[in-house]
Each structure stands twice: as structure tokens, then as C-alpha cells.
């Protein structure tokens, strides 16, 4: 079964950094795309970023420049690290593995295992 189990998160200051990690198990880690997704409060989920199994990376507009998807396949870990952070990046962000049957699209994947989530809160 897959699980995914996200860390790192918390409350920082604008402008300030963290650094998320999502670790994985029962799963075929290194040859599927992972992501990071994230919804705040009364709005839709929305992907953040993502990683193919080459390393090829995506990003969301909004984060572009500022975020910075990485993974390490020997660890089955997956990050995320955050810099410049703005009050609109407070959300619930979620990790998430590739699932070749699931109806949830970003970029050209379907992702369909997701973990519990991490709250990351940035005050003004």
C-alpha cells in the first residue's frame, strides 16, 4: 500500500524559507512523477510543482523562481524548498505520486496517492 507522509511545515514570516519533505513507501518511488500540491482555505487545490522520474521539473506561475522541487530517489524522499515566502502561499500542501489511472491531471500527469498534508502558515 501506497503511503506518503509529509514534514516540515509550520508558521514563518513573510519573506522567510521552509523546507518540506514527503517520504514514500510501497511504491515503485524513483520511476513515477511525484508533486507537491496546495489548497488554502475555501479554494480549489492547485498544483505547486513537480518532478518526473529524469528529473524534468514544473512549476506553477505563482511560485516559479521562489520554490524548488527535488528528490531523492535512494532516500524515496521528495522536497520542496520554499523561499521568499508570501502570505498567499499559506496553505495545506499535499504531496502526491503518479497514478496512471486517476482522473486528477496537472502538467501531463495523473496523480492519484496523496499524503495527509502539512499546514505551512506565512504572516505579514
Known amino acids: 500500500q501506497v503511503q506518503l507522509v509529509e514534514s516540515g511545515g509550520g508558521s514563518v514570516q513573510s519573506g522567510g524559507s521552509l523546507r518540506l519533505s514527503c517520504t514514500a513507501s510501497g511504491y515503485t518511488y524513483s520511476t513515477y512523477c511525484m508533486g507537491w500540491f496546495r489548497q488554502a482555505p475555501d479554494k480549489a487545490r492547485e498544483g505547486v510543482a513537480a518532478i518526473d522520474s529524469d528529473g524534468t521539473t514544473t512549476y506553477a506561475d505563482s511560485v516559479k523562481g521562489r520554490f524548488t522541487i527535488s528528490r531523492d530517489n535512494a532516500k524515496n524522499t521528495l522536497y520542496l524548498q520554499m523561499n521568499s515566502l508570501k502570505p498567499e502561499d499559506t496553505a495545506m500542501y499535499y504531496c502526491?505520486?503518479?497514478?496512471?489511472?486517476?482522473?486528477?491531471?496537472?502538467?501531463?500527469?495523473?496523480?492519484?496517492?496523496w499524503g495527509q498534508g502539512t499546514q505551512v502558515t506565512v504572516s505579514s
Open positions: 502526491a505520486a503518479e497514478e496512471p489511472l486517476s482522473n486528477t491531471w496537472w502538467r501531463g500527469f495523473r496523480f492519484g496517492y
